[in-house]
């Protein structure tokens, strides 16, 4: 594994031809870059998104978008928060002077645990120091 998907990533991969033109073209984009890595092979996700993504399509009444998801992630190794993942949260919240949000600091903490990159446009990310952070939907 080298890459950690977050949430807006795994939502781009699985709805790549939805949306305005901009937005299919940054999911292609995304598409181009996870075909470049390695695919199915280099990339994990967390219960993190499964739980956000589950969250998204129960509230939205979608259940055929919950098995999309569910096939998406279904081959790909899930990372839970252990006693590990605890210690490595607390000290690494220490070390903050701008909070990220609590589940974006979850998946960073799961990354450098697990010597992945996360993969998200979400900014946030940015400001855990030591994280390996790209985005694959920019130009």
Known sequence: MKYLLDTGTI????????GTKSTREKRDRIWRAF????????VAVSV????EL?????KAHR???LAKFEAFWAPL??????????????RTRLTLSQQPGERDL??????????????SEDSD???IPGLSFTDWGRS
């Open 11 to 18: 939502n781009a991969l699985v709805n790549a031809r939805r």
């Open 35 to 42: 075909v470049r890595s390695g695919g199915v092979g280099t």
């Open 48 to 51: 993190i998104q499964k739980a």
């Open 54 to 58: 589950t969250w998204g399509v129960l």
């Open 63 to 65: 259940p055929d978008m």
């Open 77 to 90: 190794p899930c990372l839970v928060f252990d006693d590990e993942s605890a210690r490595l949260w607390a």
């Open 106 to 119: 979850i998946t960073a903490v799961l990354a450098l645990q697990h010597g992945l990159t996360v993969v």
């Open 125 to 127: 990310f940015q400001k």
